[in-house]
T-cell receptor, first 119, second 112 residues
């Protein structure tokens, strides 16, 4: 069975601070996909980043960066120079892209981390 | 392009009743999944439909069911509602092309 753990329940920072959200996962699949989603108060989950298990290159996209380490089963997410609009609940998720690789229809989510960015 | 649309946005039902929620996926997406979000259990996978067939099912009782139509629109039904069914129900659609699942804004169900 797949499992995702986000140990940080809540994080509070002041604007312009960097913040890292931790995620640890468990899976028996050799090919899998990791995601970070953001959930603002409106409720909709907004996709942020995706990483494939077979690609351990870490990247930066604007103020977002991620550190994927297969050896420790971790997929951490960093927001640089945080802003008040970054305040939301952040979810790490895992998918094996089942069904013949045609969709990402079954996601296993972590419990979420509430990020509050103060002005 | 239009996103994932869920209707209604809010519902209040009485214990013992049944409820049907609707989800219209992004055009061209054949996979539709449903999730339940509660403060205690977090986000939990209910089921996935692909081309009108249930492809995956989460660990929920048989009171929770769904279906998908030929135009990929999906409905989920909960019968004999319990207080614990109060939750935000999220629908997502996906396809291989974009590389991730798109979510709707959800239906907030309150059972009284």
């Amino acid at each position: 069975a797949q499992k995702v753990t986000q140990a940080q329940t809540e994080i509070s920072v002041v604007e312009k601070e960097d913040v890292t959200l931790d995620c640890v996962y468990e899976t028996r699949d050799t090919t899998y996909y990791l995601f970070w989603y953001k959930q603002p108060p409106s409720g909709e989950l907004v996709f942020l980043i995706r990483r494939n298990s077979f690609d351990e290159q870490n990247e930066i996209s604007g103020r977002y960066s991620w550190n994927f380490q297969k050896s420790t089963s971790s997929f951490n997410f960093t927001i640089t120079a945080s802003q008040v609009v970054d305040s939301a609940v952040y979810f790490c998720a895992l998918s094996d892209k089942g069904g013949g690789g045609t969709s990402y229809g079954k996601l296993t989510f972590g419990q979420g981390t509430i990020l509050t960015v103060h002005p | 392009k239009a996103g994932v649309t869920q209707t209604p946005r809010y519902l209040i039902k009485t214990r013992g009743q049944q409820v049907t929620l609707s989800c219209s996926p992004i055009s061209g997406h054949r996979s539709v999944s449903w999730y339940q979000q509660t403060p205690g259990q977090g986000l939990q996978f209910l089921f996935e439909y692909f081309s009108e067939t249930q492809r995956n099912k989460g660990n929920f009782p048989g009171r929770f069911s769904g279906r998908q139509f030929s135009n990929s629109r999906s409905e989920m039904n909960v019968s004999t509602l319990e207080l614990g069914d109060s939750a935000l129900y999220l629908c997502a659609s996906s396809t291989n092309r974009e590389g991730y699942a798109f979510f709707g804004q959800g239906t907030r169900l309150t059972v009284v």
